[in-house]
């Protein structure tokens, strides 16, 4: 596995070559191609080669693929770009809703929001036979995973996010139990878990820790997943990454339910843009326009671009570079996916150029940015502090609460999103049209 410093210095010296944050040369890094006899942790499960990846449950699950023995269509290690177009690619999710006082918002830049219904179509394209355990009682949950860990066979566990030690969260207990997957890839002598989840090395959890942060999850219902490679099997990869590409394509429009059509991709970008400007109840001069309630609207927005849900700059970085990857196939559409592959990376800028307005609307505002930032390169740690981890947890509540930011600033703000936003409508239409 890669050494943590080693790591860190790589990332930091792309930092200083091209001036990215954090997160975004991070990202870069990891894109890069990995070795298949990098050295690997004494406790590991056999077979194991590849922990981490820029957006954690699917790193994670395409590390499962990887450690199953699947290569892509170049015969190497499938790549998480790859398995990002498998999985089914960007999408764009809208939703605001109120509590009381206090507004939240939630942007989901990838197909689908939920961890596992978003990774399931990866292993059916790839040909893995897929085995499911889901139970609501502790102990056969705690059966279950002995028999992984016993047989050391790689597994995927659906966690509380709130109660993964390392994440170091302050929630209350419905944010607590958000869906997390991760991967479970080793154990130690102590019997403490390996955990693969976004760190270039695995994390190590506790078994009561982890036996916690699954039953967190209770609509999970201790859901945890294991693939094995069929003999023999062959990827028809010409089809899989047509049938790829055209379901990604079709579900970036496609609502989960009725009720979300209207914030639910082209159509949810059209309405934010508007929303944003907007003067009405709905309005983001409503809802976040000032104080506290505009931090909230700018920091949500912030790490929903960079930190949650998808790769950063809304996932469409990572997404050009699968369409790049297919595109160097001898695919009939290979030309016209390249041609997407470009419009999604400037749509990708156009992203990171939002994130970078809202680190620069309020002091107080780009304080939490870099905490955000902060977390995330903590968590290339093979040992994050919790405590540190809990502190800038702490440190950016109180940084929403007391936020001071005017209302013209923010109206300000609100008003150069929205011109970044109505690019990106006129990018993603086109990308997406040269998909169908």
Avoid at 316 to 323: C, E, G, N, S, V
Wanted: charged content about 25%.
């Amino acid at each position: 596995m890669t050494k943590n410093r080693d790591f860190k210095q790589r990332v930091r010296a792309r930092m200083a070559k091209t001036g990215e944050r954090y997160s975004t040369a991070r990202a870069h890094v990891l894109a890069a191609p990995t070795t298949k006899d990098a050295p690997r942790s004494a406790h590991l499960f056999d077979g194991v080669r590849h922990v981490g990846g820029q957006q954690g449950d699917l790193a994670a699950a395409r590390n499962l693929c990887v450690n199953s023995g699947v290569n892509g269509p170049d015969g190497w290690e499938l790549s998480e770009a790859m398995a990002f177009g498998l999985a089914g690619g960007v999408g764009f999710l809208y939703g605001v809703f109120e509590y009381g006082d206090t507004p939240t918002l939630t942007i989901v830049n990838r197909n689908k929001s939920m961890p596992d219904e978003f990774c399931a179509p990866l292993f059916d394209r790839v040909g893995l036979d897929v085995t499911v355990h889901e139970t609501g009682g502790v102990k056969t949950a705690a059966k279950h995973l002995d028999e992984v860990v016993a047989s050391e066979t790689p597994a995927l566990c659906t966690t509380g996010s709130g109660l993964l030690p390392y994440l170091g969260l302050v929630c209350e207990a419905e944010e607590a139990a958000a869906p997390h997957l991760v991967g479970v890839v080793g154990v130690d002598e102590d019997d403490n878990l390996l955990i693969d989840d976004r760190s270039p090395v695995p994390l190590i959890v506790s078994r009561g820790d982890f036996d916690a942060a699954r039953a967190a999850n209770r609509k999970a219902r201790h859901r945890m997943v294991t693939v094995a490679r069929p003999q023999g099997h062959k990827i028809d990869w010409d089809t899989v990454i047509a049938e790829a590409v055209a379901a990604s394509a079709a579900g970036f429009n496609t609502p989960p339910v009725p009720q979300f059509k209207a914030n639910i991709g082209l159509a949810g970008l059209a309405k934010w843009q508007d929303l944003l400007t907007s003067r009405t109840k709905k309005g983001w001069g409503t809802i976040f326009g000032h104080e506290c309630r505009a931090a909230i609207g700018f920091t949500r927005l912030y790490d929903c671009i960079h930190h949650a849900y998808t790769a950063p700059s809304g996932g469409r970085p990572l997404y050009a570079d699968f369409l790049e990857e297919v595109a160097s196939t001898d695919h009939a559409n290979r030309a016209r996916w390249g041609a997407s592959a470009e419009l999604w990376r400037t749509s990708g800028q156009r992203w990171s150029d939002i994130a970078a307005r809202v680190a620069g609307v309020h002091p107080d505002i780009a304080r939490y940015c870099e905490l955000s930032d902060l977390r995330t390169a903590d968590l290339d740690s093979s040992a994050p502090d919790p405590s540190i981890m809990r502190d800038a947890a702490v440190e950016k509540g109180k940084l929403i609460a007391g936020c001071d930011v005017s209302a013209d600033d923010a109206a300000e703000a609100h008003a150069d999103i929205a011109l970044l936003v109505t690019d990106i409508v006129q990018l993603e239409t086109e990308a997406l049209e040269l998909l169908a």
